[in-house]
């Protein structure tokens, strides 16, 4: 196939897709690598940026995604620890799906945020047992956390 112009946003969102971290070392305002950038940022994906000279137009870019919340990357051991979390974080992903239904539903409804066990009873229309039964499940798992009062959080 032809390279052409107009494919490079299309391949650009394929490479983003394909990465678990997507490291930026050099970046105009508006190039190809912020595009990859861009498109990372809407699948979810990690964004690193090695930090630039001010003055430097090809940095412009990875100063304005740290600014954005990319992750200042300084040391190559820096990198090498956010894959490995990645891939902790994605077999942790793995061991959700492993969950009944019952228990997926009830994990999906607990975040960062703790929740209360009746407002998850409510959300669900489950009793109180059948949700005490599940969150122990979930816990023993090491997926979620019990906090004091009876709410719940994912472990992080």
């Known amino acids: 196939m032809e390279a052409k112009k107009s494919n490079f946003p299309k391949r650009n969102r394929i490479i983003s897709g394909m990465s678990d971290v997507v490291l930026v070392v050099e970046a105009e305002y508006r ?3 912020a595009i990859t950038a861009k ?4 699948q979810g994906k990690t ?3 090695l930090p630039s000279n001010i003055d430097s137009r090809c940095g412009y870019g990875t100063n304005k995604l740290i600014q954005e919340g990319a992750k200042l990357i300084i040391k190559p051991q820096e990198i090498i620890n956010i894959i490995e979390n990645e891939k902790s974080n994605e077999i942790a992903e793995q061991e959700k799906l492993q969950m009944n ?3 997926k539903q009830v994990y999906e ?3 960062k945020t703790p929740i209360h066990i009746n407002d998850i009873c409510k959300k669900t229309g489950k009793n109180i047992q ?6 122990t499940m979930l816990e023993l798992e ?3 956390v019990q906090l004091p009062g009876n ?3 994912v472990k992080e």
């Open 39 to 42: 498109y990372a940022k809407e």
């Open 47 to 49: 964004i690193c940026c």
């Open 142 to 144: 090491e997926l979620i």
């Open 151 to 153: 709410e719940f959080k």
């Open 130 to 135: 059948e949700i005490s039964q599940i969150l």
């Open 101 to 103: 239904k019952e228990q």
């Open 109 to 111: 409804l607990i975040s």
């Open 31 to 33: 190039s190809g690598t």
